[in-house]
């Protein structure tokens, strides 16, 4: 149930609401918009006029019924455009933000050398995985904390700010200390003790669509997130399993204006996994800004041939530099802008 209160609504009768659902047993969470007040109330099976009775207190607007599942995440909470601040970048307004770098840090001297690389094609973050989710387990699993130093050091050399991966409840404290974004992971997306955990944190996060997750599965997910008080969400399409095989995933691209408007939340795509070939990145990532992204988030190795994973969908460092170049006029006619590197 949403109430709304207008933009006059003072202080108490906005307090003597929340206490109101209270007392009568419901949690309810504000959200401060430019135009009113709007109060998303937690729970189900409101008693019969419990909607006319809430709408006779001071202050109160309306109060709306919303017949969607996902609550917080829905645009009738929030009309507004969520927007999340990493460095300088503002992520969800018209900054169109990339974020690059490897698929794993797999040693000083690759991370280093990407870093470089995409600091000064203008990426505006830094990806890099420290903790791999591996469909084998015989498969290299990342450097763990070792890998959380390289990207510090990353961090710290080219002042973009850091995303990357956290897969367990235990490692959320660990990965804080080291990264600007959290990365919730496709295979991660219905952990739920780990969605809880990032949404006690205060830092923003990424949550990747679910490798066969339906929207309304993954905008569940996303609640779990902003019911523990995250506003600071975006999401990530980054392909889904379909019938045909041709490529890794299916990278579902009608999805991203859909998302927009069923939520106020950023999406980025990943066109690396979403495809798993390098040549067909900058398509895709073109396509992607022509669609309404906020923003892209690609896979960039000095030596692809030699990479720990991921290898066939990560562009050199001269394939990342063209994208960008070619991003820009796509970027222009949607009415936004490639953001400036942002210092950290
Ligand atoms: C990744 O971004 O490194 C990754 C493992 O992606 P996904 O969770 O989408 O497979
Ligand atoms: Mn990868």
């Known amino acids: 149930m949403i109430v ?3 933009a006059s609504a003072s202080e108490e009768e906005i307090q003597s609401v929340v206490n109101r659902l209270r007392r009568d047993g419901y949690d309810s969470q504000i959200n401060r918009g430019v135009q009113r007040v709007v109060l998303g109330v937690f729970g189900s099976g409101f008693p019969p006029e419990y909607g006319e009775t809430i709408e006779m207190l001071p202050g109160v607007e309306s109060v709306t019924r919303i017949s969607k599942p996902y609550k917080l995440a829905s645009r009738e909470f929030k009309h507004d455009d969520t927007v999340i601040e990493v460095g300088g970048a503002q992520i969800g307004s018209k900054d169109f933000v990339v974020m690059a770098g490897p698929c794993a840090v797999e040693s000083r001297e690759q991370l280093m050398a990407t870093a470089d690389a995409v600091a000064m094609h203008g990426a505006q973050l830094l990806r890099g995985g420290a903790y791999k989710p591996r469909t084998s387990p015989y498969s290299f699993q990342g450097l763990g904390q070792q890998g959380l130093e390289l990207l510090g ?24 200390q080291y990264t600007d974004v959290f990365q919730i992971g496709t295979r991660n997306m219905q952990n739920f003790p780990l969605l809880r955990r990032v949404g006690q944190t205060r830092k923003p996060v990424m949550l990747k669509r679910g490798m066969s997750a339906t929207v309304e599965e993954w905008l569940m997910a996303a609640e779990y997130i902003l019911a523990e008080g995250n506003m600071q969400l975006m999401l990530c399409e980054r392909g889904i399993r379909t019938f045909d095989t041709t490529l890794r995933n299916t990278l579902d691209l009608a999805i991203v204006p859909m998302i ?24 895709l990532a073109l396509a992607a800004a022509a669609v309404g992204a906020d923003g ?26 063209d994208l960008m170049k070619s991003l820009e006029p796509i970027v222009a006619a949607v009415g936004r802008r490639l953001c400036a590197a942002v210092a950290v």
């Open 4 to 6: 709304a209160m207008g």
């Open 260 to 283: 927009k408007r069923l939520t106020h939340l950023p999406v980025i795509v990943d066109p690396s996994h979403g495809t798993g070939k390098w040549y067909l990145v900058k398509p």
């Open 153 to 176: 050091e990353a961090r710290e050399r080219t002042h973009l700010p850091v995303i990357t991966e956290v897969m367990d409840t235990d490692e959320v404290d660990i990965v804080d």
């Open 296 to 321: 892209i988030i690609v896979e960039v190795h000095p030596d692809p041939d030699h990479a720990m994973s991921d290898g066939p969908q990560a562009l050199t460092p001269a394939n990342f530099e």
